[in-house]
């Protein structure tokens, strides 16, 4: 069974770069998510899509952080500049209903 | 929004023994509540959830229970193994018919079975 895809799983890069984040949802999913997973903390959200529609980005940091959703399937997450408190995982998810299914995430570490 | 409190932060317990993870949220519109399973550098996987419709749940060895009034909701383990140990995260969101809904995680609890 193919769940959510994502790439690269790790990524060093110094601060003040910039780095992407690629999401691949389960196929027919039209809901999306991307959460951020600080160490020892539970995945808070960043931002939701609704087919290729923002349903909520109250926290995402929109000086820094951008995302898209292109013909409501792939999406895309990008942090320009990092800065070193955005060391952390980012988790994609996708939902045809209630439930949320998780991709692997990609472990960013700002130095 | 939604605030979701989760204890303990760290459980160890001894194989074959309960475990209990006990969450409350703020708000009271909250009628989702869904536990993941996160090992280490692994995805979350849903194990159980629980809608506010019902009072409990369970499958096989866990079940979840739900006080609406209170705002609690706990997670329970029983006969537990060696593979049981991982990461557990609570969560809770209001889904509305046809629209899905962001998850509120909780801080998350590290359980422990030793043998």
């Known amino acids: 069974e193919a769940g959510v895809a994502q790439s690269p799983r790790y990524k060093i890069i110094e601060k003040r770069q910039s780095v992407a984040f690629w999401c691949n949802p389960i196929?027919?999913?039209?809901?999306l998510y991307w959460y951020q997973q600080i160490l020892g903390q539970g995945p808070k959200l960043l931002i939701q899509?609704?087919?290729?529609?923002?349903?909520?980005d109250s926290q995402l940091p929109k000086d820094r952080f951008s995302a898209e959703r292109l013909k409501g399937v792939d999406s895309t997450l990008k942090i320009q500049p990092a800065k070193l408190e955005d060391s952390a995982v980012y988790l994609c998810?996708?939902?045809?209903?209630?439930?949320?299914?998780f991709g692997q995430g990609t472990r960013l570490t700002v130095v | 929004g939604e605030n979701v409190e989760q204890h303990p932060s760290t459980l160890s317990v001894q194989e074959g023994d309960s475990a209990v993870i006990k969450c409350t949220y703020s708000?009271?519109?909250?009628?989702?509540f869904p536990w993941y399973k996160q090992e280490l550098g692994k995805r979350p996987q849903l194990i159980i959830d629980?809608?506010?419709?019902?009072g409990e749940k369970k499958d096989q060895r866990i079940a979840v229970t739900l006080n609406k009034t209170a705002k609690h909701f706990s997670l329970h383990i029983t006969e537990t193994q060696p593979e049981d140990s991982a990461v557990y995260f609570c969560?809770?969101?209001?889904?509305?018919?046809?629209?899905?809904?962001?998850?509120?995680f909780g801080t998350g609890t590290r359980l422990q079975v030793t043998l």
């Open positions: 998810a996708s939902s045809f209903g209630i439930v949320a299914f």
């Open positions: 196929s027919g999913h039209a809901t």
């Open positions: 899509f609704q087919n290729n529609g923002v349903v909520d």
């Open positions: 708000d009271s519109a909250s009628n989702y």
């Open positions: 629980i809608r506010s419709n019902v």
């Open positions: 969560a809770a969101s209001h889904q509305s018919t046809g629209t899905a809904s962001k998850l509120t």
